[in-house]
């Protein structure tokens, strides 16, 4: 089975920061991944597709990179509508999330 | 307008068995795949079986495999989950979701259907 770990699990940050979660496979998924954000109470959203393609609708202050074993999701300036937990999912052999980010109000 | 809307989930024993439904609309249901996904009560996300629009083909997470059959009706727009055996460890809230086979993510969920195995 192919291990999806993030880093760091919780983050503090304030509005306005520069703000990059990792995402790291335990083997090579090209570029099938995804990145989804989640906020209490609600079902996650689909943010990136194939690592790097933001979906419709999404703000560009999002940005996705990365290819094989290590991935990025950067939020350029975090806005208070941004503070939420954030998965990556692989699509290489079946699926698997990683345990989740979650980004919190410093 | 992309619905989906769970329902079925309830308080089961340890051993019984239970089927989810999920309601779609606002898509050609019979077109896309769809998948049902589950989190545990204050824990991360976790696939659970897949089905094909195409050609049924079904996949299971190795945690419910044998015990979970995922169907479709496509003439009612309906994706089921049929749980059985279930465990303390299939406690969750349980999300429907489209599946998107070209790029492997899921472009809509739904809002959950919560299930509890507990005696």
């Known amino acids: 089975d192919i291990q999806m770990t993030q880093s760091p699990s919780t983050l503090s940050a304030s509005v306005g920061d520069r703000v990059t979660i990792t995402c790291r496979a335990s083997q090579s998924i090209s570029s099938w991944l995804a990145w989804y954000q989640q906020k209490p109470g609600t079902a996650p959203k689909l943010l990136i597709y194939e690592a790097s393609t933001l979906e419709s609708g999404v703000p560009s202050r999002f940005r996705g990179s990365g290819f094989g074993t290590d991935f990025t999701l950067t939020i350029s300036s975090l806005q208070p509508d941004d503070f939420a937990t954030y998965y990556c999912?692989?699509?290489?052999?079946?699926?698997?999330f990683g345990q989740g980010t979650k980004v919190e109000i410093k | 307008e992309v619905q989906l809307l769970e329902s079925g989930g309830d308080l089961v024993q340890p051993g019984g068995s239970l089927r989810l439904s999920c309601a779609a609309s606002?898509?050609?249901?019979?077109?896309?795949?769809m998948s049902w996904v589950r989190q545990a009560p204050g824990k991360g996300l976790e696939w659970v079986s897949g089905?094909?629009?195409?050609?049924?083909?079904?996949y299971y997470a190795d945690s419910v495999k044998g015990r979970f059959t995922i169907s479709r009706d496509n003439s009612k727009n309906m994706l089921h989950l049929q749980m059985n055996a279930v465990r303390a460890e299939d406690t969750a809230l349980y999300y429907c979701?489209?599946?998107?086979?070209?790029?492997?993510?899921?472009?809509?969920w739904g809002q959950g259907t919560l299930v509890t195995v507990s005696s």
């Open positions: 979701a489209k599946w998107r086979y070209s790029s492997g993510d899921f472009d809509y």
């Open positions: 089905i094909r629009g195409s050609d049924d083909n079904t």
């Open positions: 999912q692989q699509y290489n052999t079946y699926w698997t």
């Open positions: 606002g898509f050609t249901f019979s077109s896309y795949d």
